[in-house]
């Protein structure tokens, strides 16, 4: 998969957080994964931690895995993604 394969998978991530009612602090933590992932993928931008951000996108999809199953199956793609990547 490349960046742009990815980049449509995040979109889709995006949109389904929009259409679902969120609490500021889960909120908050997506953003801050998308841009990591972001960041991640542009070979001029500043690095994240890889571990780091496999790590959030773990913790989110489990915390969207009882409450949000749609979001948490687009989390559990984009973290295969992001690992067969190599990042």
Known sequence: MNNKEIKELLGKLRDEIQNTKL????????RDLDADIDDLL???GERAETESVLEK??????NFATEHPNIERFMREVIDVLVRMGI
């Open 42 to 44: 542009d070979p001029d």
């Open 57 to 62: 996108a773990r913790e989110l999809e489990t």
């Open 23 to 30: 609490d500021d602090e889960t909120l908050s933590l997506v």
